[in-house]
C-alpha cells in the first residue's frame, strides 16, 4: 500500500507546463504515476500502485449498467501516464489544466490516498466555504463516530 499523502503545497506551473511535485508527495507517488481528471474541479494524482487499486474496483462492476461503462470511460479517457523529470517536475497536459481551469498558481493538496492539484483561486474559494468550518467539521466526524 502506499505511503498516505498529506499537507499542503503552494507552486507554479511554468510556461511548458511543468509542476514541481513537493518531495512529500514524490515520495508517495513515485517516479511515474497516473493525473487524471477528478470529480470536484481539481486534478487527481495517483501512484501506480493506487491508480491499479481504483480502476480494479470499478473493473469489478458489472459492464450490463450503463453508469459503471460510463465511469470506466470517463475516469481512463481523462487519465494521462507522467513521469517525474530529475528535478521533480512533471508536465501536466494542458487538456487537463484547461478542463479544471489551473493556469499558473496551483495548490497541491494530500487526500490520503491520493493527491490533487487546484487551480489556486478555486482552492481559496473552498477554503471560505462552510464545509470547512471546524463546527462543521466536528459536526461531521461525530456523525462518523470518528474521534480525533
Same mark, same amino acid.
Given at each position: 500500500m502506499a505511503l498516505s499523502m498529506k499537507g499542503t503545497y503552494k507552486h507554479n506551473? #511554468?510556461?511548458? &507546463? /511543468?509542476?514541481?511535485?513537493p518531495a512529500k508527495i514524490r515520495d508517495s507517488l513515485g517516479s511515474s504515476f497516473v493525473?487524471?481528471?477528478?470529480?470536484?474541479?481539481?486534478?487527481?494524482?495517483?501512484?501506480?500502485e493506487e491508480w491499479e487499486n481504483f480502476t480494479e474496483k470499478l473493473?469489478?462492476?458489472?459492464?450490463n449498467k450503463e453508469k459503471v461503462r460510463m465511469l470506466k470511460r470517463y475516469f481512463r479517457s481523462k487519465a494521462a501516464d507522467v513521469?517525474? #523529470?530529475?528535478? &521533480? /517536475?512533471?508536465?501536466?497536459?494542458?487538456?487537463?489544466?484547461?478542463?479544471?481551469?489551473?493556469?499558473?498558481?496551483v495548490v497541491i493538496i494530500g487526500a490520503?490516498?491520493?493527491?490533487e492539484i487546484w487551480d489556486k483561486a478555486k482552492w481559496d474559494a473552498l477554503q471560505k466555504e462552510d464545509i470547512f468550518d471546524k463546527e462543521n467539521i466536528k459536526a461531521m466526524l461525530e456523525n462518523m463516530?470518528?474521534?480525533f
Open positions: 506551473i #511554468d510556461t511548458k &507546463g /511543468r509542476l514541481i511535485i493525473i487524471t481528471e477528478g470529480i470536484d474541479d481539481c486534478l487527481s494524482m495517483y501512484s501506480l473493473d469489478r462492476q458489472s459492464n513521469e517525474m #523529470d530529475s528535478q &521533480g /517536475r512533471v508536465v501536466v497536459p494542458q487538456d487537463l489544466r484547461d478542463a479544471v481551469g489551473i493556469t499558473k498558481e490520503g490516498e491520493k493527491a463516530e470518528i474521534d
